[in-house]
């Protein structure tokens, strides 16, 4: 079972520390803007910054991380009306095909939103999330914030 929570403006304390600090890809950036709408943009913290992919029907974000994690819940903040009805989490250890870790069904809306995971217990060195089936009409995502919160092994 997978659960989605929203968050408006509180502060968050969680048991499980950002295991994000990872070298990731996107699938696009919008008009290849990447100094205004880059990858780096939903890691830095700041609530004026964002990754805006280009238009299509799939959109991706890649995460390597430098060493093996056990990710625990993932916090994604969206741009309303810019958002994935449907996330597929794929994960594996280096040199291992991804595999399907779990889906998750965020809300279309402005608001931090925590999900947790049915197994916390998968270890991973790459993390792929595929936003899915987008509220845009063009396929666009925006996504301010974006969080893996685990156990670095």
Same mark, same amino acid.
């Given at each position: 079972?997978?659960?989605?929570l929203?968050?408006?403006? $509180?502060?968050?304390?969680l048991?499980?520390a950002?295991?994000?600090?990872?070298v990731?890809l $996107?699938?696009? $950036?919008?008009?290849?803007?990447v100094?205004?709408?880059?990858?780096?943009?939903?890691?830095?913290?700041d609530?004026?910054?964002?990754?805006?992919?280009?238009?299509?029907?799939?959109?991706?974000?890649?995460?390597?991380?430098?060493?093996?994690?056990?990710?625990?819940r993932?916090l994604?903040?969206?741009?309303?009306?810019?958002?994935?009805r449907?996330?597929t989490?794929?994960?594996?250890?280096?040199?291992q095909?991804?595999?399907k870790?779990?889906?998750?069904?965020?809300?279309?809306s402005?608001?931090?939103?925590?999900?947790?995971?049915?197994?916390?217990?998968?270890?991973?060195?790459?993390?792929?999330?595929?936003?899915e089936?987008g509220?845009?009409?063009f396929?666009?995502? $925006?996504?301010y914030?974006?969080n893996v919160l685990?156990?670095?092994?």
């Amino acid at each position: 079972m997978h659960v989605t929570l929203c968050v408006h403006r $509180v502060q968050l304390s969680l048991l499980h520390a950002c295991v994000c600090s990872p070298v990731s890809l $996107v699938s696009s $950036v919008l008009n290849r803007d990447v100094k205004q709408f880059g990858k780096t943009h939903m890691f830095d913290g700041d609530e004026d910054t964002c990754w805006n992919s280009d238009q299509g029907p799939l959109q991706w974000v890649s995460l390597d991380f430098p060493r093996a994690v056990k990710v625990s819940r993932l916090l994604v903040q969206f741009q309303g009306g810019f958002s994935s009805r449907l996330c597929t989490l794929e994960g594996c250890r280096t040199g291992q095909e991804l595999a399907k870790i779990s889906q998750l069904y965020p809300e279309d809306s402005n608001a931090l939103q925590i999900s947790f995971g049915s197994n916390s217990s998968t270890v991973l060195d790459k993390l792929k999330i595929t936003f899915e089936n987008g509220t845009d009409f063009f396929g666009r995502i $925006v996504i301010y914030h974006l969080n893996v919160l685990g156990e670095r092994l």
